[in-house]
Every structure is written in C-alpha cells, then in structure tokens.
C-alpha cells in the first residue's frame, strides 16, 4: 500500500480536528476561558473600545449656572492591540510513512504532539487571561545547585517538565537570563528539579520566572494577553499611566477597577464586601473566580450552608461552583487553576469579551495547510495559536479581591 500522503494527512487532520473539538479541549478546565464571550473578527491594526466614565456636568438648581458649567462629558478609548502566541508540534516523517495510507493509524502516533500542542496554548491563554501581561508565572523563593522553590506553591499548575525557563529582577523591561529547562516537578512542594544550576540565575533577586521568549525587554510592548490582573491591577493606576492609550488616573476606580482588601476578613464576608463595593459603583457582578485552595477555604468556611451550583456553557462542558447571594443578585463562585492564589476576581460576565483574529486559540492554516515540511528536519510541523486580546467596557464594575 501507498504511503498516506500529505493531502491524505491535511485531510485526516480536518477530520479529527473539527472546530467543536478543539474548542471542548480547550475550554474543559478553564472556566474564565469557557465563559468569557469571544469575538473571532478582530482584525485591522487596533480595536477601539470607548468608555464613558463621566457625564456632562452643566447641572444646577440655578439655570445660569447650569448653563455656565456645561461640559461635554468624559470619554476615553483603550486601543486593544493583539499578542501572538504559538505551541508547535512535529512530527518525524517515518512515523507518517510508516502508517501506508491508514490515516487512523497515522492520527493515533500524531494526536499525542498535536493534541499536546493544543494544551500547552490553552494553559498559555488561560493563564494569561489572569495576568497583568508581563508573563510572570512564578516567583522564585529560594535555589540551590539543582531545584528552584517557588515562593508561592500553587503555582506549579503553571509548570512542565522540558518547559525552557529564564528569570529577571523586573517582571518587564530588563534583561531576561540564561534559559535552563526543567527536568523534574514536585507538585506538592513546590519544588522545581533544573537540567543545570540555577543557583546563580534563579535566586531573591532574579525572582521573576518566565518561560524562554515571553519576557518583554519593552515595557511599552507587553508579548502576553492582558489579562484581569491588568485591567483590574493590585495597585491603583497612576499619573503615568499608559494602559492601551489610556491614563487611567483620571478615575482609578471607573477606568482602572476596583480593589477591596479582604485579607483580615472571613473569605464569604470578603466576597459579600466587595460585591457592595461593586454595586455602589453601578455593578452587577454575577461571578467570581478564585483558585482551588481559596475555594477550598469558602467551602469549609461556609460549612452547612453551602449551596452549590452547575454552569453549563455546552452539554459537554461545565463547572460546579458555590452559589453567594450578594446585593444585586446572585454571584456564582468559580474555582480556577488559572487564578493566582490569594486572589479573587469578582466580574460582571457581559462587560468582558476575549477578541481575537480567528479562533483562539487553533490549528493556524493560513496558507489552507494545517502542516508543514520542516525545512531542516525530516518530519512535518502542525502550529498552533492565536492572535488576541482581552477587553473591558466597564472596568470599574468588577472588583480585584485580595484574599
């Protein structure tokens, strides 16, 4: 029998890798990723999203006045710019020949790098989409001649073995150091096992973790999505500020977000705080995602009064939550990997939207090949990403809890 061909691989791929199917891998334990509105058509050079955050302010009792202060209200536009991000597969050409024109053969040895692939870009975005657009995915504690210790050890989620990482004392705007690549994870300490010494590279100053090329030397030129950590950062925006063309000092709350410190307070008072404080500014938060240990702690601290909640986005996909009943209705309390730990994001769901250029992310096919011959290599490559970003209509309806 023949050798399947690249047109019967193209095709064997369109089959097996359907638009519904990458979308259950993707969106299957990523919850802000599954639910987050999409829209596919983001195309030109930026996409510009206003927001009103004051009206005219010729009012008074007294009609001279009035007229005298007129203004013309306050209006600013984020200028949502996309970031690329890719996850490679190839594949060695004597496994494609091998399989002599049985394309389920060939799918069966090729899904394990394809499928991976896929997942490496979905944890890439959905991790994101919590971030500040730095690209941080730990912060290193302590190093020795072989591990690094993360300072916080519910990042590991973030972490793979062969992952190539660099470190940094900024989070943006310096240099980026030697790549070392992880040989070994223990998930219940922390601890990352390194292919060489990390000791002088990894260290409490050079504590800043990346995987190799999503360090910005730019701070101006951020390469991750912006995630709600940016929309929504722990710190107030300042007289500095330049957030997709906008300084967001102009009304930190309305344009920035909003912060409640819930640290000394029981995590369900917390919420219920910051779910005012949210309402007091013209929000409806319906949801809330935290990570699995602060989640565990809500559980725990609710007791017998818990009350459970299913979010289905498709027959296939859901997610179980905790159901909070806050001042503008109820918020659904969703556990998420993704989520930094001791952090909460209480959102109203309709004000966000992930815009991309195609799906995101996906097979990228733009030639109409979903592979390619690897040009010093005997093998095929199949990429995968997205061009993308996250947008806000109304920032100062959601609330950045710290927990």
Not at 286 to 302: T, V
Request: charged letters at 20%.
């Amino acid at each position: 029998m023949a050798a399947l061909s690249a047109t019967g691989f193209a095709a064997a791929l369109k089959q097996h890798y359907t638009d519904e199917r990458i979308e259950n891998m993707v969106y299957k334990d990523n919850p802000f990723l599954a639910m987050v509105a999409k829209y596919e058509d983001f195309g030109g050079e930026n996409l510009k999203l206003p927001i009103k955050y004051g009206n005219p302010m010729g009012r008074s009792a007294t009609f001279g006045t009035a007229q005298s202060n007129v203004t013309g209200g306050n209006i600013k536009a984020f200028l949502l710019t996309r970031i690329k991000d890719y996850a490679i597969a190839q594949i060695e050409n004597e496994v494609l020949e091998a399989s002599k024109g049985n394309a389920n053969a060939f799918l069966e040895a090729a899904v394990f790098a394809i499928d991976g692939s896929i997942q490496a870009a979905t944890r890439s975005l959905a991790v994101a989409l919590y971030g500040n657009g730095k690209g941080s995915i730990g912060v290193v504690s302590t190093s020795d001649s072989t591990t690094i210790t993360l300072a916080t050890t519910q990042d590991i989620t973030n972490f793979e073995v062969d992952m190539s990482l660099v470190s940094s004392a900024d989070e943006s705007g310096g240099t980026a150091g030697t790549a070392i690549s992880v040989t070994g994870i223990n998930r219940d300490t922390g601890v990352l096992t390194m292919g060489a010494d990390p000791s002088t590279i990894f260290t409490s100053t050079l504590k800043y973790i990346f995987v190799e090329g999503d360090y910005a030397t730019d701070s101006t030129a951020l390469l991750k999505v912006s995630g709600l950590g940016a929309w929504l950062p722990s710190t107030a925006p300042g007289s500095t500020d330049s957030f997709f063309n906008v300084n967001r000092s102009a009304d930190v709350d309305r344009l920035g977000g909003i912060r409640f410190d819930g640290s000394s307070l029981p995590i369900e008072e917390a919420l219920i705080g910051a779910a005012a404080r949210a309402a007091r500014a013209g929000g409806k938060p319906d949801y809330c995602f935290m990570n699995y240990s602060n989640f565990a702690d809500l559980e725990k601290s609710l007791g017998s009064k818990v009350s459970y909640v299913e979010k289905n986005i498709k027959p296939e996909i859901g997610f179980r939550g905790i159901l909070i009943h806050g001042p503008r209705g109820p918020l659904n309390v969703i556990p998420d990997q993704n989520c930094p730990n001791g952090v909460a994001y209480m959102i109203q769901m309709d004000v966000w939207k992930l815009y991309s250029l195609g799906k995101a992310p996906r097979i990228l096919s733009g030639d109409g090949l979903k592979q390619l011959r690897v040009y010093n290599a005997d093998a095929i490559e199949v990429r995968v990403g997205y061009y993308g970003q996250l947008g806000c209509r109304a920032p100062g309806w959601n609330v950045r809890i710290g927990l």
